[in-house]
């Protein structure tokens, strides 16, 4: 059935002259007449593409309760430009956001997985505190955002996984691998190492998205980010966030569990609402786990 919906497939310019490659989703063929729904913008992780098998089932899951712009950051598959691992992606999350605008949409949450729930934190801070980015402001605020398997900082080198992303994006021949065996185009050096020169962490940021509600979702099992980072996120975010550790879930879409993308979709009014309280998944929810708000503390995750 999911197959029979139409998918429109669209190129998409950034501010900073990068084109993208896109798909909508819509919702409407899935469920018929009614009230417009939310859009959700789809930040893939890295290696992330319109082609791959689990982020596609992550997009198709979140068609059922939104319609789905769904995003090839810079540097892979089809889009143009050099992967930058969460920074300059940002102007990648403002273009959709306002392409989700232009099309009707009056509600548009963004949702990231792993570097892209990175990208969205930054997108979603830096748009609503009116910071230039290399330059150039970012003009379309989302009203909500998830960040699904998110790193809170950045050079992250204490596990096997990470440690493999770092040399794929340090050496000339991790470089080749990940072109080649991944579609992903890194940039030779990949980042700056001038501290002054590196952008901010998302656990430096994501206190500034308030009033605008924000959902961290982690797995229990994520072998690429210990739960010290959705913990940092959550603690740094304030009142306006809440956490859901899952049990059985890994990293990101490749390690969703069944039911995750449906639960995250059926959250998306209440969260919408400013977690709304007293609703069915908010009664009922052992995924949700309660935190210290610590305020925005850089450089503490």
């Not at 990101?252 to 709304?276: S, T």
């Amino acid at each position: 059935m999911l197959d029979c919906a139409p998918t429109v497939y669209r190129v998409l310019p950034t501010a900073d002259a990068e084109i993208l490659a896109t798909a909508l989703l819509d919702y409407g063929p899935l469920v018929g007449a009614g009230p417009r729904p939310p859009a959700a913008v789809v930040v893939p992780g890295f290696s992330g593409t319109i082609a791959r098998r689990p982020v596609r089932s992550v997009a198709e899951g979140l068609r059922w309760h939104a319609s789905v712009l769904l995003i090839e950051t810079r540097g892979h598959g089809s889009s143009t430009g050099r992967c930058t691992f969460g920074d300059r992606e940002v102007f990648d999350v403002d273009a959709a956001v306002g392409e989700a605008r232009r099309l009707g949409y009056d509600r548009v949450v963004t949702v990231g997985w792993s570097m892209g729930g990175a990208a969205v934190v930054r997108h979603a801070a830096l748009a609503r505190s009116g910071t230039a980015v290399h330059g150039r402001l970012l003009r379309h605020t989302p009203d909500a955002v998830v960040a699904v398997s998110a790193t809170s900082r950045w050079f992250v080198r204490d596990t096997a996984p990470m440690r493999r992303i770092h040399w794929m994006a340090e050496t000339s021949t991790g470089r080749l691998v990940a072109r080649l065996g991944f579609g992903v185009r890194i940039p030779a050096p990949p980042w700056s190492l001038v501290p002054a020169e590196q952008p901010a962490a998302p656990v430096d940021l994501i206190g500034q998205i308030a009033p605008a509600p924000t959902l961290i979702v982690h797995g229990e099992l994520d072998g690429y980010f210990s739960l010290e980072h959705p913990r940092a996120l959550a603690a740094a975010a304030g009142p306006s966030a809440r956490l859901w550790l899952v049990p059985g879930f890994g990293h990101a879409e490749a390690g969703a569990i069944p039911g995750l993308v449906d639960r995250i979709g059926r959250y998306l009014p209440d969260l919408l609402d400013g977690h709304r309280d007293g609703s069915e998944l908010d009664v009922d929810n052992s995924w949700e786990t309660r935190v210290k708000h610590t305020g925005n503390r850089p450089g503490t995750a």
